[in-house]
Nanobody, 116 residues
Framework: QVHLVESGGGLVQPGGSLRLSCAAS????????MSWYRQTPGKERELVAE????????NYAADAKGRFTISRDNDKNSLYLQMNNLKPDDTGVYFC?????????WGQGTQVIVSS
């Protein structure tokens, strides 16, 4: 049973940093592409960053490039998102996600609020 648990969200001032974590279990983590998505009120959930398995490639949304870094630790079954120079538009609920066997799985999300 796939289980994803995000942590690390919070309230931060513009220009600040946060590091999100996702603990994964119930599947072969190291073999799957992992993703971070963000949802804000009134908008569809959008991809922020994704990372391949093995020798991982990384892909970022345009507004995340240069500020966010996705990484993974396959020995710890963990996914991370380092977010720097945060902006108010980065506010939202961040979800860890994996697509496995025709289904996309989500964690419960972690709230990020960027505000002065």
């Amino acid at each position: 049973q796939v289980h994803l648990v995000e942590s690390g969200g919070g309230l931060v001032q513009p220009g600040g940093s946060l590091r999100l974590s996702c603990a994964a279990s119930g599947f072969g983590f190291r073999h799957y592409v992992m993703s971070w998505y963000r949802q804000t009120p009134g908008k569809e959930r959008e991809l922020v960053a994704e990372i391949g398995s093995g020798n991982p490639w990384k892909n970022y949304a345009a507004d995340a490039k240069g500020r966010f870094t996705i990484s993974r630790d396959n020995d710890k079954n963990s996914l991370y998102l380092q977010m720097n120079n945060l902006k108010p538009d980065d506010t939202g609920v961040y979800f860890c996600s994996v697509f496995r066997e025709t289904l996309r799985y989500w964690g419960q999300g972690t709230q990020v609020i960027v505000s002065s």
